[in-house]
């Protein structure tokens, strides 16, 4: 069983940055592609960024690009979320997950239990 812990989430004033870190326990095919979700409250969770290891490939969430910038670092089993000029429609509840090779936002098998990110 992976499990994944997440941190760097605080408040921040709009137009302003932080950095979110997800620490994995291990990374094995079931961390093959690794992915930050959002809930705001009273709406469904919804991806935003991911990234695959081997290519390096990664997708991101139209309201967030140009904004956020995902990126891992094997060694040390850790995922990271860059987040610049933030609003305050980003304020949410954000998770990190991972799962084996998959297309798109809705197979993740492990998730976090997220850290708070509010924008005002």
């Known amino acids: 069983h992976v499990q994944l812990v997440e941190s760097g989430g605080g408040s921040v004033q709009v137009g302003g940055s932080l950095k979110l870190a997800c620490k994995a326990s291990?990374?094995?095919?079931?961390?093959?592609?690794m992915a930050w979700f959002r809930r705001s409250s009273g709406k469904e969770r919804e991806g935003v960024a991911r990234i695959y290891t081997g290519s390096g490939n990664t997708y991101y969430a139209d309201s967030v690009k140009g904004r956020f910038t995902i990126s891992r670092d094997d060694a040390k089993n850790m995922v990271y979320l860059q987040m610049n000029s933030l609003k305050s429609e980003d304020t949410a509840l954000y998770y990190c997950?991972?799962?084996?090779?998959?297309?798109?936002?809705?197979?993740?098998?492990?998730w976090g239990q997220g850290t708070q990110v509010t924008v005002s």
């Open positions: 997950a991972a799962s084996a090779p998959i297309t798109g936002w809705t197979a993740f098998a492990y």
């Open positions: 291990d990374y094995t095919y079931s961390t093959f592609c």
